[in-house]
């Protein structure tokens, strides 16, 4: 539902709107909210952070349009104006777009051409959202936060949803290729990184294609992080995936002949997520740290060349749909008592 603030001090403007757009009203495409001021707007919006567009006014008593557009550019960066004005107020709608109006409409007000400017409106906010969510799972930009970036890309906003740290309930992978040091020692630099690559390429496809995201390559093992809905499941299907799609992959190694496998550990829980690293080096990594992190690591570490394991707390969580078989007991590193583990199949 797109949720519309109306700041205007004329009443009758809430009564024509209720009734032009009573049937998207009914069908909850749009919801109106009316206020009376920029004052009133603002204390609106408290109530209903998540306001699509406002549509306001110039002249106002208490707090004006302008005013309120520019505390809107301060407060809710996501949130655009359309500004409603006669056509008296021309020099104002020009300060208007100057400061960040997204466009205008003049009364007496034409009702179609207002639908037809919020639905453009609306279209390029959902662009920002979208924009937005892609710079939060962006990688790359989570690693190296720099708060010029930051003010360039959107400002505040940005930086508290890029910056926020959380606890959250998640999957992390570790998949590591087997024994690709023996390639490392032996082939040309370019050789072993142009390789690497390629698997680092097979193996993010699988991972993106499951709705998880790459938190760091540590060497020749890539650290997946999985959320949302079950994170577990989707990232057992990722880790098959790639299983199966590395497998397939001919020797590409020159002299040495090296057909590839991955061993992965996979474990669930709650983790701390969060911007780690030096502010004053701007060498920030964004991502999950904790024990169940560690026992992902650690699993990985038990696993041999072309096996996914997992601990048995995720085995009870997913033995309806994926075939497992025990694997036994194993010392993980830090940990007082013996691991039972178990090995997912297909």
Known sequence: MTKILVADDEADLEVLIKQKFRQKIREQQYEFIFAVNGNDALDKMQLHPDIDIVLSDINMPEMDGLTLLTRLGETNPLTKMVMVSAYGDMDNIRVAMNRGAFDFITKPVNFEDLERTMEKTLKHVLQLRETMKAIKENNILKMYVDENVLNFMGGREYEASIMANETVVATVAFIDICSFTVISENETP??????????????????????????????????????????????????????????????ESGDIFFLPKVSIGINSGEMISGNIGSAELRRLDYTVIGDEVNVAERLQSAAGPGQIIINEVSFEKVKQSFNCRKVGEVTLKNKANPMMTFEVMD
């Open 190 to 251: 370019d050789t072993v990184v142009k390789l690497l690559n390629k698997y680092f390429d097979v193996i993010v496809k699988e991972i993106i294609a499951q709705g998880g995201y790459v938190d760091k390559f540590i060497g020749d093992a890539v650290m997946a992080v999985f959320r949302d809905d079950y994170h577990l499941d989707r990232a057992i299907d990722a880790c098959l995936a790639v299983r199966k799609m590395i497998e397939q992959l001919p020797n």
